[in-house]
């Protein structure tokens, strides 16, 4: 089966910070990775998939890059909706997620 | 509009077997694009996919519980039914659905929290 790592699993952060993600793969997944952002009693929504590729409605300040092994999420500018808890998931072969980032508000 | 819905009890016994049902629609249980999970999230925890069921029937389980889960369809009620044998407390868990169109889980269904308890 395939790992995801996720890293840092708490990130405190201010609005108006660059926030970065990283996801980690036990074996190649090419560009087969999604990400979503859940908050609390609400369905995980999603974000970005194929690595890079951002959902519909999603604002821009969210972008996925990595292929292999590594990925990363970033939010360029941290909004106050941001706040919330962040995975990634492969679908390479079934489907992997990782344990989660949550990010607070520093 | 596409829209999943999950239905089931809320309390189960130990040893019991769950069963829960998803709603869909806004699409065909037979779409060739659209295939549905259950996911499961334990209260705090992070989020575990469970089983898969294709357009064409065909079914994925997860490797750690394969034996306790069975998935299936009843395409004239647009249902995805799953089930889960000798439920045990750390079971506990919000039930999702949700919806893969080939580019992630999207849409997901409201969760349904299971407890398992005697």
């Known amino acids: 089966d395939i790992q995801m790592t996720q890293s840092p699993s708490t990130l405190s952060a201010s609005v108006g910070d660059r926030v970065t993600i990283t996801c980690r793969a036990s074996?190649?997944?090419?560009?087969?990775l999604a990400w979503y952002q859940q908050k609390p009693g609400k369905a995980p929504k999603l974000l970005i998939y194929k690595a890079s590729s951002l959902e519909s409605g999603v604002p821009s300040r969210f972008s996925g890059s990595g292929s292999g092994t590594e990925f990363t999420l970033t939010i360029s500018s941290l909004q106050p909706d941001d706040f919330a808890t962040y995975y990634c998931?492969?679908?390479?072969?079934?489907?992997?997620f990782g344990q989660g980032t949550k990010v607070e508000i520093k | 509009q596409v829209t999943l819905k999950e239905s089931g009890p809320v309390l189960v016994k130990p040893t019991e077997t769950l069963t829960l049902t998803c709603t869909v629609s806004g699409f065909s249980v037979n779409n060739p694009r659209m295939g549905v999970s259950w996911i499961r999230q334990p209260p705090g925890k992070a989020l575990e996919w469970l089983a898969h069921i294709f357009s064409n029937d065909e079914k994925s389980y997860s490797t750690s519980l394969k034996n306790r889960l069975t998935i299936s369809k009843d395409t004239s009620k647009s249902q995805v039914v799953f089930t889960m044998t000798n439920m045990d407390p750390v079971d506990t868990a919000t039930y999702y659905c949700?919806?893969?169109?080939?580019?992630?889980?999207?849409?997901w269904g409201q969760g349904t929290l299971v407890t398992v308890s005697s």
């Open positions: 998931q492969q679908y390479n072969s079934y489907w992997t």
């Open positions: 074996q190649s997944i090419s560009r087969w």
């Open positions: 949700a919806g893969m169109q080939g580019r992630g889980f999207d849409p």
